[in-house]
Nanobody, 120 residues
Framework: QVQLVESGGGLVQAGGSLRLSCAAS????????MGWYRQAPGKQRELVAT???????NYADSVKGRFTIARDNAKNTVYLQMSSLKPEDTAVYYC??????????????WGQGTQVTVSS
């Protein structure tokens, strides 16, 4: 069973920075893509950034130039460096991984979520 452990959320003032981490473990054969999504109160979950096994990245327009996604393949860990944070970035941030298990079945798992609050 794949497990995801997220860390790094918290309270920060506008203009500040935070780094989120998400480590995956357990029964993983390969990871195809890792990403971060967020959900603000009363809104749908939305994509923030994704990164493939080859390093290709994709960002929401709202975070381009401010957020950077990176991954450590050896540690099955994905990071989200968030800078120039704005109050509208306040949300619960969820890690997501897509890959194959040790019996070569595809999987798609979500982390438990970590709260990011940006004060004005």
């Amino acid at each position: 069973q794949v497990q995801l452990v997220e860390s790094g959320g918290g309270l920060v003032q506008a203009g500040g920075s935070l780094r989120l981490s998400c480590a995956a473990s357990g029964g993983i054969f390969s990871i195809k893509a890792m990403g971060w999504y967020r959900q603000a109160p009363g809104k749908q979950r939305e994509l923030v950034a994704t990164i493939t096994s080859g390093g290709s990245t994709n960002y929401a327009d709202s975070v381009k130039g401010r957020f950077t996604i990176a991954r450590d393949n050896a540690k099955n860990t994905v990071y989200l460096q968030m800078s120039s944070l704005k109050p509208e970035d306040t949300a619960v941030y969820y890690c997501n991984i897509k890959g194959s298990s040790m019996v070569l079945l595809p999987f798609d798992y979500w982390g438990q979520g970590t709260q990011v609050t940006v004060s004005s």
